[in-house]
């Protein structure tokens, strides 16, 4: 406690060591609980330094942590964790001719992009949680959402960063050509060292063999399997013609473990064209969805997104979200939210047309509703609920997290379900839990593709 108290006088920051404060920090947005043993709120650059000594010299943990809304305890632990969503919350420069923008951590997604409208620009990625997640999570996380598909993950739009090392030393982690790189194992200390470790790491052949063969597939591209040591392996220092090392690639997904992020550079895109229409399939089965959801993705959607009989079930009594459910005709299975975003609305009713002969030809759906306007801002509201409403379930039955965010080439996901739900019905069938309904089972919408 001494120690403690001593760290707090020290701050320019705050730092709470009460156990209301701890407690409020014990979780994220998962089922993950456990009490950190302070929580600091840190004013500079400064306190960040002053918290790595300290963590270094009291061996513990420092868990830096933005909007908190992880779903898998990635800011749960018994160190320190460092909230930099007060103090670290500033736009720092903008390059519009070289869509380039410097953030620090605690900027929130959809307040950036509130930000970069007026130059017609946008930062891609999204999440279910855009209106409070923050850039800096959105790096450790490697976030991207329902627009994966047109403008992937975080990692493919982080520039730069700076960064603490757990040795207090500040760096900057950037486009390196093989010069460069090699420039930099030369350097002395840690980040020196840092760099000469992965080039022996990734220039050992059986190292190459191994992320090659043990990796998943380049096309499974919305990922976060570990360290993202493979991109790094595809770039020119390690695989003749490759792209410009960068440690980036590396720090975009590595949940605060690897360094603490100052400052992001993120490359940003033009704004999306303005029509945006949403064709909302209703099929009988997450199967058919499935299966057509391949049709839909052969004509370049925005984003494609499932919407499952209970995710719909659990929308019926909601106040808010019963009034979003105006388009679901029947009982529908499943419903597939395909975006297309065009120039002019009749290109995507065209489009609308051709998607739905196309499914129909396959004997897959039975109602096509289009929806433009206020109308499909409606159902993304419905769509983004699901998860919450799954958890907040009235009642002791709970929705369990058990298979959180599983990426699956969408060729392979038709099977890929049918098989999992074989699984779960297996486990049903040898469960001592009696009354327990497959239903209550289905892989909710959730599963990302
Ligand atoms: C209902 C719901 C829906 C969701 N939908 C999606 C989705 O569609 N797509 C998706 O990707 N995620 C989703 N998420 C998860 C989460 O909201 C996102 O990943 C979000 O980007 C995390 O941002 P955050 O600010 O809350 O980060 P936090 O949870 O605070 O942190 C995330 C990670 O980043 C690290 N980090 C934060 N700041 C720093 C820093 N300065 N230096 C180093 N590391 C740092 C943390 O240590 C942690 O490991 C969802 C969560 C919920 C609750």
Redesign the pocket.
């Known amino acids: 406690m001494q120690h403690l108290e001593q760290l707090a006088r020290e701050l320019e920051g705050d730092l709470f060591f009460d156990h209301k404060m701890r407690v409020l920090y014990a979780t994220?947005?998962s089922a993950y609980r456990e009490l950190p043993m302070a929580v600091a709120i840190p004013r500079s650059i400064w306190d960040l330094k002053k918290l790595i000594v300290f963590a270094k010299d009291h061996k513990t943990s420092l868990?830096?942590?933005?909007?908190?809304?992880?779903?898998a305890g990635?800011?749960v632990g018994n160190g320190i964790v460092v909230d930099?969503?007060t103090h670290?919350n500033q736009i720092l420069s903008l390059d519009a001719a070289a869509k380039k923008v410097r953030v620090q951590?605690g900027v929130v997604?959809d307040e950036l992009n509130l930000f970069l409208k007026p130059h017609a620009l946008f930062f891609g990625p999204?999440?279910?949680?855009a209106n409070?997640?923050?850039i800096?999570?959105?790096?450790?996380?490697?976030?991207?959402?329902?627009n994966s598909v047109v403008y992937r993950?975080t990692r493919e739009h982080l520039l730069s960063v700076k960064?603490l090392l757990s040795d207090g030393s500040e760096v900057e982690f950037t486009d390196l050509d093989i010069d460069a790189f090699h420039t930099k194992c030369e350097l002395s200390g840690l980040e020196g060292e840092i760099y000469r470790h992965i080039r022996s790491t990734l220039s050992d052949y059986n190292t190459q063999e191994e992320i090659r063969k043990e990796f998943p597939r380049p096309s499974v591209e919305r990922r976060n399997t570990g360290y993202a040591v493979d991109v790094l392996l595809e770039t020119a220092p390690f695989t003749v013609g490759g792209p410009t090392f960068n440690f980036c690639k590396l720090i975009a997904g590595?949940?605060?473990?690897l360094?603490?992020?100052?400052e992001i550079e993120l490359n940003v895109v033009d704004l999306p064209p303005k029509e945006v229409g949403l064709l909302c399939v209703h099929f009988n089965s997450i199967d058919e969805s499935l299966r057509a959801n391949l049709i839909a993705m052969k004509h370049h959607p925005s984003a494609s997104e499932l919407i499952d009989h209970y995710i719909l079930e659990c929308t019926k009594d909601n106040i808010e979200q019963s009034k979003n459910r105006f388009f679901v005709q029947g009982d529908p299975g499943a419903i597939l939210v395909i975006e297309f975003c065009r120039a002019t609305r009749e290109e995507i009713i065209t489009l609308a047309s051709t998607v739905e002969t196309e499914m129909r030809a396959a004997g897959l759906g039975y109602h096509f509703p289009l929806l433009f306007g206020d109308d499909s801002k409606k159902i993304w509201t419905l769509r983004?609920a699901g998860?919450?409403l799954l958890s907040n379930l009235p009642g002791d039955e709970k929705a369990v997290p058990v298979i959180e965010?599983t990426a699956v080439d969408v060729q392979d996901l038709p099977a890929y379900i049918r098989d999992f739900n074989l699984i779960l019905e297996k486990f049903i069938r040898s469960s001592s839990t009696e009354n327990m309904e497959m239903e209550d089972c289905v892989v909710s919408s959730?599963a990302?593709w």
């Open positions: 994220d947005a868990i830096p942590r933005t909007a908190g809304t992880s779903l990635q800011v930099v969503s670290f951590p997604r999204e999440t279910s949680t409070r997640a923050m800096g999570g959105m790096v450790g996380n490697n976030s991207c959402g329902s993950s960064a590595s949940e605060g473990t360094a603490f992020i100052t983004k998860l919450g965010d959730s990302k």
